[in-house]
């Protein structure tokens, strides 16, 4: 008996993305997808084609098609100019028809190409590193389940089985990819930025918690033997991922397992070996569902309630021109530009509306005379850091707590050029952000609020002699910490800022302050 | 002698008559008549009355209804929903839609078919559901939890069907218009066993949204009637497109009903080989001969065309058929409505499934599942599956060539004329070739009417016996035109 040498772990990857459309994939009924509609109660978004009740006949979404297009020309997809939609059939409590409508031979999108960053110790991008390229075999449309509940609401035991029908009908994306990773890592992070993509793209409310987006890694390993072969282990599907932290653990828990089986029973790669296994999220393993012997036989064949759906050059261009500047892209040009850490970087992909909230603000910045660099960097700081602090207190999005991004822009300037202290800085924008301007140029926008700021009393008083007079004082009433800081306890300075701050009424830029005593004081501080 | 649909229109109208004792004489004569025939499965005595009722309001408010008082039988595949008898009235029928299966006995539709909305809306009195072959499914009506319909010309003849109530009520003088639907001939081979005019028209002209489907690619809805204009008359009440119904065509519909007060004669009207064949009873082929001499008496260049796809066709149709049907009706499983089969200790949800499908669908039904299952399974999908379509498609071909050569196509409705109860339930490769001549249409999508024709002598019985015209899609003021043209000069 050979024994395993090393082992290569071989992941494709199928992901499922609820779409948030306003009305089901192919009935009038509202969509739990949709933000409006995520609180409804149990079998209330009905009608008779969720129902599948006698008679009644499917139509088309064409919202759907659009945001699956748009999602397929992110990965840099084609979308097929024609495309069909089939008949999946099988029994399931869940599924009313007994079929499911999907796309079997004709998907909507066909192809694409995804450079996967490598990922980081902390998972996110390192884009130093080498990229993984991932081909995108293809990304079709169909409609979701209901959900069959055999626990009562709330956990314990139950008589029989319940059945919610809000999620049947539902827009389902279905992406699948070539098998081109080689570690669940990689698996990770393609994961997560396809969910900021799809997010960024406004196709799906992406809650995890939800099942708006869902992960079937198909998983296998070639194993190379102390004889100098090499075999491959059966593929394993597991179903049904939820959370990025199953996806690791699935890979890592078949990874581990698949080279022990073959060893127990020898068995490999071919047709009709696939298995289909759960994951058990409490016991971090993955469990059987289904062998080989279960497999269905969907009987797929053409909808003849559909007809075929062209999609011409003019519906494709108008749906590309929604696509803008991919978040991937703007990841790497935030990173490379200004130098955002990536961890930042990947915080402002997340949120579509915040992200060009960011970029508002930013271009405001270059507008008043920032260099491009520096206004990325300051603008992430606002956005990531007073922001979002303060709309965390609130449960809003940074870009909603008021304050419009050129008046932001306003105000880091004239933090930037020392014209405002911290203090000064956090009493504008609190108002800022209760009393909100109008939208305005950043020309406009940074004479309103140095207005304001005037009327305040905030903006810091450039005052030099008055300045030098107060240093002067202080240095003269202190001479024990002016003894310490000469002594090398450069932290003592801070003592004498404030003491300079109290003469100056609050008025005077501390940094300016900490310069011009360790000046007076003859300390030279690395800039 | 069936009354016509526009004279009673007219008279309601006019207000002569009223719509509440149209419906009440109707309903008195289904009464009488129903027991013997067994047409009807199910009427709406009150709430029918109650329907007329607001339908005389309704005129004597002065609003104009083309379907003023007509009362309209609908074939029980066919969706009537509980509270939308006729707009704002807040009435329900509330009737059953069973599709003749023991499978949706006691099923109630909370919705209505749009067809059935539209006849409706323009007026007509929804008088009861008639009996059919369990969803459609057969050719002579008498696979139905019911027990069969007879034929009015000899009660111990089928009326044929699947739409066999439907054609009965009408050839009974019991309604003067009807709903049927057609997937294989299930409206035109009925029509030609009952002597009354069917109408088949093109695939997507009439919405689906309702009818309870058995081959969604193949079926339509369409109206029987005593005569060709008040077929014409339906036809306009019931075309529209219906954003309901993917496969509804968004074509604007002439008025066919007032087009038809002097029909154009077709010039050209071509004759299939095939209608010659050996298998056809002398007394429709001498009925075609007859109808043929009449279109040449009117001025018609007689031409032979050749569909050499006949017999396959009907090949390729109960492949394709089955396929749709056993997908169809799957969802029919017990769990969320129809019957569901009492289940012992310990029995599983496969066995809720088997039971209840065991229990709820007849032998027919049960065929048409496992020959579609089949014809769909791994490894023989290309043989029999995409092989229909490419027969589906070169049908398609064969009538467009046709066409090049005349106006419209003229052929027997069915081989013979009206079959006895009985004489084909235990034989089905002979009760499928009753469609020969019909389930073409249906691959093609074109429009067809059948038209009555002649009446033949057989077993002592004067049997009725219609022949078959058919146009090019969504020809159907050329194909209306040529059927009243030939019941005009039957007439004369």
């Known amino acids: ?96 028809k007994a079929y499911q ?23 996110f991008p390192d884009l130093d590193a080498p990229a993984t390229r991932v081909r995108i075999v293809r ?11 055999h626990e009562a609401p709330g956990g314990g ?19 699948v990819t070539e098998p ?28 995890m918690q939800q099942g708006h987006v869902r992960f079937e890694p198909n998983i296998n390993c070639e194993l190379t033997l102390d004889d100098g072969r090499t075999v491959r282990t059966p593929i394993v599907e597991v179903k049904n991922l939820n959370s990025f932290k199953a996806v690791r653990g699935a890979i890592e828990h078949e990874a581990r397992e698949q080279p022990r089986r073959w060893m127990d029973d020898g068995r490999v790669m071919g047709p009709g070996t696939k298995t289909t296994r759960g994951w058990d999220d409490a016991r971090a393993v993955t469990f059987i569902q289904r062998g080989k012997e279960d497999a269905h036989d969907y009987r797929y064949f053409p909808d003849p309630d559909l007809p075929p759906l062209t999609i011409d050059d003019a519906w494709r261009e108008k749906v590309a021109a929604r696509l803008g500047e991919l978040p991937l892209d703007r990841l790497r040009r935030y990173v490379t530009r200004s130098g955002l850490p990536t961890k930042e970087a990947f915080a402002l992909i997340e949120e579509r509306d915040t992200c060009l909230f960011y970029e508002a603000v930013a271009a405001g910045l270059i507008a008043l005379g920032m260099e491009e660099g520096r206004a990325g960097k300051v603008a992430a700081n606002w956005v990531l850091g007073a922001c979002a602090a303060r709309a965390n207190e609130r449960g809003a999005q940074p870009h909603e707590v008021g304050i419009k991004p050129t008046t932001l822009a306003a105000l880091g300037k004239l933090r930037e050029d020392g014209r ?32 304001l700021a005037g009327e305040l009393g905030v903006l810091v008083v450039r005052d030099d002699a008055a300045m030098a007079a107060w240093v002067r004082e202080v240095l003269d009433a202190n001479p024990k910490v002016v003894e310490d800081v000469r002594g090398g306890k450069a932290a003592a300075v801070g003592r004498l800022v404030g003491e300079v701050m109290k003469r100056a009424g609050g008025k005077a830029d ?18 | 002698m069936t009354e016509s649909a526009r004279v009673i229109a007219a008279d309601v109208t006019a207000r002569r008559r009223s719509a509440v004792e149209i419906a009440r004489a109707t309903l008195a004569a289904i009464d009488t008549r129903n027991p013997t025939l067994n047409a009807f499965v199910e009427t709406f005595s009150e709430r029918t009355l109650a329907a007329a009722e607001i339908i005389d309001r309704r005129i004597a408010a002065g609003e104009s209804l083309p379907l003023a008082g007509v009362p309209v039988a609908l074939k029980d595949n066919l969706c009537l929903g509980p509270d939308l008898s006729t707009p704002g009235d807040g009435l329900g029928f509330g009737g059953r839609t069973t599709c003749a299966s023991r499978i949706l006995e006691h099923y109630r539709s909370p919705y209505t078919a749009t067809a059935v909305q539209r006849l409706i809306d323009a007026g007509a009195v929804i008088v009861g559901k008639t009996n059919l072959d369990e ?34 009520a009408v050839a009974a003088g019991l309604v003067p218009l009807a709903l049927g639907s057609d997937t294989g001939g299930s409206i035109r081979q009925p029509a030609s066993h009952c002597g009354v005019v069917g109408l088949k028209p093109t695939y997507g002209r009439v919405s689906r949204f309702g009818l309870v489907a058995y081959a969604s690619s193949l079926d339509q809805i369409g109206p029987l009637a005593a005569n060709v204009a008040d077929a014409a008359l339906a036809l306009d009440v019931l075309v529209a497109h219906d954003p309901l119904d993917a496969t509804s065509s968004t074509r604007v519909a002439p008025r066919w009903g007032t087009e038809l007060n002097s029909p154009a004669a077709p010039r050209r009207v071509g004759i299939p080989r095939q209608a010659r064949g050996p298998g056809v009873h002398p007394g429709v082929a001498a009925t075609l001969e007859r109808a043929l001499e009449r279109f040449r008496a009117v001025g018609a260049a007689i031409v032979e065309i050749d569909l050499p796809l006949t017999d396959h066709a009907i090949a390729a149709y109960y492949i394709i058929a089955t396929a749709e049907a056993s997908s169809n009706l799957a969802r029919f499983d017990g769990v969320r409505y129809g019957r569901r089969a009492a289940l012992a200790e310990g029995e599983s949800l496969l066995d809720l499934y088997c039971r209840s499908r065991g229990e709820g669908f007849g032998d027919e039904v049960k065929r048409r599942i496992l020959l579609g299952t089949h014809v769909l399974s791994a490894g023989y999908y290309d043989a029999y599956y995409a092989t229909a379509q490419k027969v589906r498609r070169r049908v398609h071909d064969d009538y467009a060539r046709a066409f090049m050569d005349c106006g419209v196509i003229l052929s027997p409705a069915a081989p013979a004329p009206a079959f006895r109860l009985g004489e084909k339930t235990a034989d089905p490769l002979a009760m499928y070739l009753e469609d020969v001549f019909t389930v073409g249409v249906n691959l093609a999508g074109l429009p067809a009417a059948v038209v009555p024709a002649g009446v033949v002598q057989a077993g002592g019985a004067s049997l009725p016996v219609g022949v078959q015209l058919i146009a090019p899609a969504f020809e159907e003021t050329r194909l209306l035109a040529a059927a009243a043209t030939l019941e005009q000069a039957l007439a004369a």
């Open chain 1, 1 to 96: 008996m050979p024994t395993v040498v090393s082992s290569t772990t071989i992941i494709g990857l199928e992901v499922h993305v609820e779409l948030a459309t306003r009305r089901k994939m192919f009935s009038a009924a509202p969509s739990p997808a949709h933000r409006e509609f995520a609180e409804a109660p149990p079998n209330t978004l009905l009608d008779p084609v969720v129902l599948g009740l006698p008679g009644a006949l499917p139509v088309m979404n064409r919202a759907a098609v659009e945001m699956a297009m748009l999602v397929g020309l992110a990965l840099g997809g084609k979308v097929a100019p024609v495309t069909r939609w089939d008949r999946k059939n099988y029994f399931y409590p869940d599924m009313p």
């Open chain 1, 139 to 149: 990304a079709h449309l169909e409609e979701d389940a209901g959900k069959l509940l």
């Open chain 1, 510 to 527: 501390a940094k300016a302050v900490r310069e011009a005593l360790l000046a007076a004081i003859g300390i030279r501080e690395p800039s």
């Open chain 2, 135 to 168: 969803f459609g499914m057969g050719s002579s009506t008498e696979r139905s939890i019911f027990g069969p319909t007879r034929n009015p010309h000899d009660p111990t003849r089928v009326a044929g069907g699947s739409s066999g109530g439907s054609a009965a």
């Open chain 1, 157 to 175: 035991v139950m008589e029989g089985s319940i059945l919610d029908l809000n999620r049947a009908g539902a827009a389902l994306l279905e992406i």
């Open chain 1, 420 to 451: 405002l202290n911290n203090q000064g800085t956090e009493t504008l924008f609190a108002r800022l952000c209760d009393a909100p301007t109008q939208a305005a140029p950043a020309t406009d926008a940074l004479a309103a609020v140095e207005h």
């Open chain 1, 101 to 123: 409508i999907s796309q079997y031979d004709q998907p909507l999108c066909v192809g694409g190409l995804v450079e996967v960053p490598a990922a980081d110790a902390k998972g």
């Open chain 1, 180 to 207: 081109d990773f080689r570690s669940a890592e990689q698996v990770v992070l393609f994961a997560k930025l396809l969910r900021a993509t799809c997010r960024f793209l406004g196709v799906t409310e992406g809650v």
